[in-house]
């Protein structure tokens, strides 16, 4: 079954609420790795949704759309982290694992999502 954009959100979005969670059960309300997970469920969704409309192009295409998603998802990221890091008072090591763990968590399963859905394209039988 393919992994659309509506159902990678619903999934992405039920993730999100787990981790959320799970620092508000251990840490209390925590609003820099909070801002961490929705900055990473945000960037995630968008470029699987990038990456995903761009499927059907031609394959040097669809690899430059990958490779400028991940990109802009990196840099993004890591702007965050060095301004959350420079101007907010957290706790250094746990922020930074949360921000680690939760882009981890998410690439991981836009990778998932990706790889799926292009097996499944590529063992569609083509019309003759």
């Known amino acids: ?3 659309t954009p509506s159902r990678f959100v619903a999934i992405q979005g039920a ?3 787990l981790v959320v969670g799970a620092l508000a059960l251990f840490r ?3 609003p820099a790795e909070t801002a961490a ?3 990473q469920f945000a960037l995630t969704t968008a470029a699987f949704v990038y990456i ?3 499927r059907a ?3 040097g295409r669809f690899i430059n759309r990958v490779l400028g998603a991940t990109m802009v998802k990196l840099s993004v990221g890591v702007g965050f982290l060095v301004l959350i890091l420079l101007y907010a008072k957290v706790e250094v090591k746990f922020f930074v ?3 680690l763990s939760t882009y981890f968590l998410f690439t991981f399963f836009e990778v998932y999502a990706l790889l799926r859905n292009l097996r499944q394209n590529s063992q569609a039988k083509p019309k003759a």
């Open 15 to 17: 993730m999100f609420a």
């Open 1 to 3: 079954m393919e992994i």
């Open 37 to 39: 997970a929705a900055l």
């Open 97 to 99: 694992g949360v921000y």
């Open 28 to 30: 209390g309300r925590s």
């Open 52 to 54: 995903y409309a761009g």
């Open 57 to 59: 192009e031609s394959g």
